[in-house]
């Protein structure tokens, strides 16, 4: 029996790439049973959506939010998917036609059930040398390498026909991840981050890696198409940065003088990664995150130092 898909879809002021998103899930070789678009953004969506998806036989729902959260408008999905299987996906993401036809073929496969949830492999479209060249500069500066220390996918044995299509995954891209029915409707994004869409998906991938097993796959890919958005400034995103990531940091990762060098250096590489690319590129918008980044590490620098001044002196008036 074919497993049923849910897909969400938050949206915020990108009516041209959601509608790719739609006819792309409309042609879809296995089709989703429902598709929630979760809209945050001023606008509404296109009046011949809901004719669409109506042709190609997959329910929608609409739910509208006044308050812009990738978290919350995730969460909002969440709550009424009734899926198998829930996806989530952003609004400027290519699917290739039979993307959740081979999704699903890899949760059929695991008769065990011990897989809890698959983030697709993805990359920016078009692929360019210059995108390569990112990735490199991302890789060779070492961000994003801390994480919990105890993985639930580390230790459970895949069914045998899944060998070679799933790899452990400490995080899943929340905008290219997909998790089991009965796991997606008790989990929850943190509403309580920053910014429109910075790291919500790795804090929830670490709360839940604890306990269940997490995977990403290299067998099913998803094109990302950068849209702009109403995400704020490049300078605020990378205050955002900096704010999630220590309260990520603080919730789901254990302490250690390890973790804290790990977090310092994804800061620093952060810091110079946009700030080499800005200058190659000559693209401010990649300095001024760089300098959000800097800003946002200096305020917190700087209380930390007025709370070590002010610590003795409020003694002595004790």
């Not at 910075?198 to 990302?224: C, K, M, N, P």
Request: overall charge positive; some cysteine; proline content about 4%.
């Amino acid at each position: 029996m074919a497993m049923t898909i849910s897909v969400i879809i938050p949206t915020h002021d990108r009516p041209g790439p959601l509608r790719l998103v739609v006819e792309a899930l409309a042609r879809q070789s296995h089709k989703p049973n429902e598709l929630i678009i979760v809209n945050d953004g001023a606008g509404e969506i296109d009046d011949d959506l809901p004719a669409i998806l109506a042709r190609a036989g997959i329910d929608l729902k609409v739910l509208r939010r006044a308050e812009p959260s990738s978290a919350a408008s995730r969460n909002a999905g969440l709550t009424i998917a009734r899926g198998d299987i829930v996806a989530c996906f952003d609004d400027d993401m290519l699917l290739d036609v039979d993307l959740l036809k081979n999704l699903s073929d890899l949760y059929r496969l695991d008769s065990a059930g011990v897989v809890a949830g698959i983030t697709l492999a993805y990359r920016d479209e078009p692929e360019t040398w210059q995108g390569m060249v990112w990735e490199a500069i991302a890789g060779a500066l070492g961000r994003m390498r801390w994480a919990p220390r105890r993985q639930r996918c580390r230790y459970v044995r895949l069914d045998n026909r899944l060998a070679g299509k799933l790899e452990p995954a400490a995080r899943l891209s929340s905008g290219a991840m997909s998790l089991r029915g009965q796991v997606a409707r008790g989990a929850r994004f943190d509403e309580q981050l920053t910014g429109y869409a910075f790291g919500e998906d790795r804090d929830l991938s670490y709360r839940l890696g604890r306990e269940l097993a997490l995977f990403r796959t290299r067998q099913v890919w998803i094109r990302h198409a950068p849209a702009p958005g109403g995400r704020g400034s490049m300078f605020q995103r990378g205050q955002a940065y900096v704010d999630n990531s220590l309260r990520i940091a603080a919730r789901g990762v254990e302490g250690g003088a390890g973790t804290v060098v790990l977090i310092g250096y994804d800061f620093a590489g952060t810091i110079l990664q946009y700030a080499i690319w800005g200058l190659l590129t000559g693209q401010r918008s990649n300095l001024a995150y760089a300098a959000g980044v800097a800003c946002a590490l200096a305020r917190r620098a700087w209380t930390a130092v007025r709370k070590s001044i002010d610590a003795p002196q409020k003694k002595n008036h004790e």
